[in-house]
């Protein structure tokens, strides 16, 4: 009898390997979720245009040029 518990346990997952394979599946799924509204975050972010020199100055006053 004690044979026949032993054979069913080892051939399939216990209740623990079951919950653990959830939460990994889980953990990687908000991971995956996490790089990719950070990547397009990212990518939409709009950059400062610094090249052409025509925005203003600091204080707010439009850059004086000779």
């Known amino acids: ?3 026949k ?3 069913k346990k080892s051939a ?3 209740t ?3 919950a653990a394979l959830g939460a990994a599946a889980i953990g990687s799924a908000a991971v995956a979720a996490a790089l990719l509204y950070a ?3 990212l990518a939409t972010k709009k ?3 610094t090249a052409t020199g025509t925005g203003t100055i600091p204080s707010g006053e439009p850059p004086q040029t000779d």
Do not use: V, Y
Request: aromatic share 0%; net charge positive.
């Open 47 to 49: 950059k400062p245009d």
């Open 12 to 14: 399939g997952m216990t």
């Open 16 to 18: 623990g390997n079951k």
């Open 1 to 3: 009898m004690s044979d």
């Open 39 to 41: 990547g397009r975050k």
């Open 5 to 7: 518990k032993s054979d």
